[in-house]
Nanobody, 119 residues
Framework: QLVESGGGLVQPGGSLRLSCAAS????????MAWFRQAPGKEREGVSC????????MYIDSVKGRFTISRDNAKNMVYLQMNNLKPEDTAVYFC??????????????WGQGTQVTVSS
């Protein structure tokens, strides 16, 4: 089970920190990722973090603004989002699976948390 939290309404240029609590599987064995889906658009991978060496991957549009991290002791994964833009508005999902940003390869999904960037 994956449960996201931390979404909300923020002004452009603001920050949010998303959290995802994992249970029911061996967290440290899985790479973790954040995906997002805006209305009328396909789900896209935003960032992922490896299970073994904490290597990370980001889509170009969030590089330098978003940071993914994980805490294996707490079974948690985080997404720190800074300098948010209106185009970041979407439902953000936490997922567990192999390293990469292909949604169809992921085994476990959370229910999503809404992020709205608007003035």
């Amino acid at each position: 089970q994956l449960v996201e939290s931390g979404g909300g309404l923020v002004q452009p240029g603001g920050s949010l920190r998303l959290s995802c609590a994992a249970s029911g599987f061996t967290f440290r064995w899985y790479s973790m990722a954040w995906f997002r889906q805006a209305p009328g658009k396909e789900r896209e991978g935003v960032s992922c973090i490896n299970s073994s060496d904490d290597s990370t991957m980001y889509i170009d549009s969030v590089k330098g603004r978003f940071t993914i991290s994980r805490d294996n002791a707490k079974n948690m994964v985080y997404l720190q989002m800074n300098n948010l833009k209106p185009e970041d508005t979407a439902v953000y999902f936490c997922a567990a699976g192999p390293y990469g940003l292909a949604a169809h390869e992921y085994d476990y999904w959370g229910q999503g948390t809404q992020v709205t960037v608007s003035s």
